[in-house]
Each structure stands twice: as C-alpha cells, then as structure tokens.
C-alpha cells in the first residue's frame, strides 16, 4: 500500500500543476489618485475613481482595468464652471454620470506598457490606446481625447478647448 501512496502523490502533483493558473495581481485604488486633464480652458480634475484593477506585468493577458469616474466630481476651480461643465451642455453628469474605460488588451512597450480600450463617455464609446508605466505600486499616464469624438458641446465647437491632455497617477495597494 505504501508503494502505491508515493507514485500516487506524484502523479497528483504532476497532474494539479498542469492546470494551475496564474492570476494578475487585484489591486486597490489609492485615495490620493490624481486626474487632471489641461488643454487651456478649461482645466481642472476629477475625483470619483473607482473600479476593478488588476495587473501583473509578467501576466498581461490576465490583467485588466474596468474603472469608472464620478462625473459630478469635476473641478476646474470656478463654481460657476464646474456647474456649466456638469449641466447638458457639457457633459450632461444628470443623463451620463460616469466615464468608463475598459481595457480590452495591455501590451509591453519599450518605455512602459499600453492599455487598450473603450473609454464610454457622454453615451458615445471610443477605442483608445492609453501609454502608461508602472513603478513603485503607481500607475502613471498621459494621453489626449478630443471631446467633439464623445459630442461634447457640438454646438460650440470653438467654446473652450477641443483637446485635452489626461494626466493620470494611481498608487495602489493589495
């Protein structure tokens, strides 16, 4: 019986790490995140950022990200823009409360990595690549959207920017 328990053990073993699989990394979103988006007027940040991140840059095809930001959260400095930027004009916080990015794939890049995705913003979704690092347990990013691709205030195109630049930090915790 005894002959029988070692071989056994073994083919066990050898049989439960063939279907081992490897997780990404779950993180938690830091409280001291920061999205800024700049373009000349206006500029400002978002709070609000929640969501579902999980990367490990040895596992990219099991990492994700599924983050959501609090429109109402808008803050350019000026109470008087903040309301205008939330009213249906703008970004219509009422009707679409949210921005949504969801990554589709995330890639290794020679200075960092890439997030591709669809970013859902006033009821009109756009794939995009957004470039990012990852160091020291923050991700870091940069990258522009034009808000006339998500119809934006259309009826004014030349009111206030078209083009902003998002400037992304997120520590994070397991």
Known sequence: MKKLIYPLAATLLIVASAFTVKLAQDWKIGDNYSIKFS???PSGEFKGLKGVVKFDPN??????FDVTIDVATINTGNGMKNTH?????WFDAEK???IKFTSSSIVKTASG???KGTIDMHGVQKEV???FVFEANT???SFE???????????EPNHGAQKFTLDITVPVTN
Do not use: C, H, Q, W
């Open 96 to 98: 679409y409360p949210v």
């Open 129 to 131: 690549v957004i470039p």
């Open 85 to 89: 930027a939330k009213s249906a004009m």
């Open 59 to 64: 596992d990219l095809a099991g990492s994700k």
């Open 145 to 155: 959207v034009n808000r006339m691709d998500y119809n934006i205030n259309t009826a």
């Open 139 to 141: 991700f870091k990013g």
């Open 113 to 115: 990595f890439e997030a």
């Open 39 to 41: 373009g000349g007027d």
